[in-house]
């Protein structure tokens, strides 16, 4: 599998960051019909809230850390920081103020009032700018708002970064024919394996959750008596 983990360690760190906030959680005992639904419509026994890290002083002031670092290292001529609506904002604004950037964030729909924009925050147009957010599946919401700055500012994506990112392959179709840096603090190996040490999931149940991953569309659960 394609990764987007900046660095092992802060890979692993992060996901036990998820785990000991309930972030992630795993709960294969809960009967089919009460599984936890995702965004996407599929129905599966873990789900993954990044806001839930704001719990924890450390656990948020750590991943900015990373996120700042990442973007220091990765994107030194950044313009403008972006921040995604509505869980990305408050990860993009520490960014923003942390390098004395503007900042902006853009709507998952217009405004029926007003300049009826969903870029919020009025940017420089031309500006090159990345984009913050929690978590990373389809790509589709990143995607829309890469789209959006473009139409509406002539903003350059350079790109993102994000707490979680699942590296699915409709990700990749969606942004390799793009010039994109796309970098994440943690990703699903290193929440198997950290699940695993914490005594979350099972091998089997790891097993389970990688093949489930691969293609989540299709995966077929076996029997879990």
Known sequence: MRSTVWNDEIGENTARRLFETESYLVDFGRPRDQWYEWKSGIRAPCYCNCRYLNRSYQAYEESTAYFETIARLKFP??????????????????????????????????????????????????????????LCGSGGTINS??????????????????????????????????????????????????????????????????????????YTWPDLE
């Open 145 to 218: 708002a890469i789209n959006a700055m473009r139409n509406e500012f002539d903003i350059q994506t350079v790109g993102f970064i994000t707490i979680t990112n699942w590296c699915f392959e409709h990700m990749w179709d969606q942004f390799d024919g793009l010039d994109l840096s796309i970098h994440s603090l943690t990703s699903y190996p290193q929440i198997l394996k950290v699940g695993q040490e914490l005594g979350k999931i099972t091998t089997k149940q790891a097993e389970m959750l990688g093949d489930f991953y691969r293609s989540p569309k299709h």
């Open 77 to 134: 001529d950044v313009d403008l920081i972006v921040g995604l609506a509505s869980a990305g904002v408050s990860w993009a604004a520490r960014i923003a103020a942390r390098f004395r950037l503007p900042l902006s964030f853009v709507r998952t729909t217009k405004k029926s009032y007003g300049v009826g924009e969903l870029v919020e925050g009025q940017p420089e147009r031309g500006a090159k700018a990345v984009i913050i957010d929690d």
